[in-house]
Nanobody, 125 residues
Framework: QVQVAESGGGLVQPGGSLRLSCKVS?????????LGWFRRSSGTERDGVSC????????LYTESVKGRFTISRDNDKNMVYLQMNNLKPEDSATYYC?????????????????WGQGTQVTVSA
């Protein structure tokens, strides 16, 4: 059974930083899956934030977070991370990570599955 557990969210002031972590367990081969971070704000759909390929050679970011967020993964630990710097109020959302079950290679939310509970990020003064 695949389980996904996100952590690291919290309340931070604008300009601050957070590092999100995600543990994915139960995949037959963790290093055979692209991984992604997604977020959903109140009343919106879940959107892709950043995705990383199996060996970290291909990394994608949504335009609004380029230069501020950094995705990384540790295949030995079955972990994926999202370092978020210079946070803005519009980054406030619940953040989720998930594996790319369809092996699409992109960052399309419909390709991803096994959603966890997410971790809440609130950016506010």
């Amino acid at each position: 059974q695949v389980q996904v557990a996100e952590s690291g969210g919290g309340l931070v002031q604008p300009g601050g930083s957070l590092r999100l972590s995600c543990k994915v367990s139960g995949l037959r081969r963790f290093d055979e899956y692209n991984l992604g971070w997604f977020r959903r704000s109140s009343g919106t759909e879940r959107d892709g934030v950043s995705c990383i390929s199996e060996t970290s050679t291909k990394i994608l970011y949504t335009e609004s977070v380029k230069g501020r967020f950094t995705i990384s993964r540790d295949n030995d630990k079955n972990m994926v991370y999202l370092q978020m710097n210079n946070l803005k109020p519009e980054d406030s959302a619940t953040y989720y990570c998930a594996p790319d079950l369809l092996h699409g290679g992109g960052c399309y939310v419909l390709d991803f599955g096994y959603w966890g509970q997410g971790t809440q990020v609130t950016v506010s003064a």
